[in-house]
């Protein structure tokens, strides 16, 4: 059972994905988890968002272990940062790619994209995610590329 990142009623959402990165490394000890956090230390509360922290948690663990699975060695980024509205957390891996076409499919639960070959999944963990992100008002981007890889921002609101 994980431990509850919370302090008052908020989660940190750095917190959850340092946690994430460590369960992370006993599957695939061969990943390349690059971390930025670009908050400066007068705005760290930016890192602290009201959301349900097991939703959260489930949400990211599904997104980093795509982006991880998918890299296969490569490194994968994620970065945490301000916009105009509040936090943002960029998860970019090097891997396979989404087909433009099959992009608005793959919020749709059982789905996977064509091109997943030996990947083995049953194509519930993005629309989860995407699920969870919805229900928490998290507003999201998906842009990806085939061979080059995929990109996924979430977008807290302040």
Known sequence: MREEKLTGNFTRVDELIWEIISKMRDVYPQAK???NVDIP?????LLSVSKDPTQLWIALFNLIDNAIKYSKGKNVRIELYKNQ???CVAITDQGIGIPADQLEWISKPFTRADNTGEVRESGIGLSLALRIFNKNNIQYSIHSELNVG?????????
């Open 33 to 35: 988890v690059l971390v």
């Open 85 to 87: 509205e509040g936090l």
């Open 41 to 45: 230390p007068q705005e760290e509360a």
């Open 150 to 158: 995929t990109r996924i921002t979430l977008y807290f609101p302040g």
